[in-house]
C-alpha cells in the first residue's frame, strides 16, 4: 500500500503518513503497485477480507473505519469517481469496528 507523509507530530517527532488507497483493488496484483508488495500482504488481505465480512461492511470501508478509529485517528482524504463510491466511502464514518475486529487487524500486521 502507498503511504505519503505529510508532516511531523510535534509531540512524538514522529512522521505522520497518510495511505494513498487510490484506486487499488484489494488483493488484485497490479503493476502499479507491485512494488509495494510485502510478504505479511496476503495475511494482512485475509483479515480484512473477515472483517468486513463478519462487520456486514466492504473491505474499503474497514479501512477507512479503521483509520478513523485508531488510538491517533487519522482524517482519510478520499476521492471518488461515482456517487457510489462517495456513498461506500461515508457509510464508514458510521462503521464501528469491535475491540475484537481491531485487535485482528492490528495482529495481522
Given at each position: 500500500?502507498?503511504?505519503?507523509?505529510?508532516?511531523?507530530d510535534p509531540?512524538?517527532?514522529?512522521?505522520?503518513?497518510?495511505?494513498?488507497?487510490?484506486?487499488?483493488?484489494?488483493?488484485?496484483?497490479?503493476?502499479?503497485?507491485?512494488?509495494f508488495d510485502?510478504?505479511?500482504?496476503?495475511?494482512?488481505?485475509?483479515?480484512?477480507?473477515?472483517?468486513a465480512k463478519?462487520?456486514?461492511?466492504?473491505?474499503?470501508?474497514?479501512?477507512?473505519?479503521?483509520?478513523?478509529?485508531?488510538?491517533?485517528?487519522?482524517?482519510?482524504?478520499?476521492?471518488?469517481?461515482?456517487?457510489?463510491?462517495?456513498?461506500?466511502?461515508?457509510?464508514?464514518?458510521?462503521?464501528?469496528?469491535?475491540?475484537?475486529?481491531?485487535?485482528?487487524?492490528?495482529?495481522?500486521?
Amino acid at each position: 500500500m502507498k503511504y505519503r507523509t505529510i508532516g511531523t507530530d510535534p509531540k512524538t517527532r514522529r512522521e505522520v503518513s497518510v495511505l494513498a488507497l487510490g484506486t487499488m483493488h484489494f488483493g488484485t496484483a497490479t503493476a502499479e503497485f507491485a512494488g509495494f508488495d510485502h510478504p505479511g500482504t496476503p495475511a494482512r488481505l485475509a483479515a480484512l477480507r473477515e472483517v468486513a465480512k463478519d462487520a456486514g461492511a466492504t473491505v474499503n470501508q474497514v479501512v477507512l473505519a479503521w483509520l478513523i478509529g485508531a488510538q491517533i485517528p487519522m482524517i482519510p482524504v478520499i476521492g471518488a469517481s461515482t456517487v457510489a463510491q462517495l456513498d461506500e466511502s461515508l457509510a464508514a464514518a458510521d462503521l464501528e469496528l469491535t475491540t475484537e475486529q481491531r485487535m485482528r487487524l492490528d495482529a495481522a500486521g
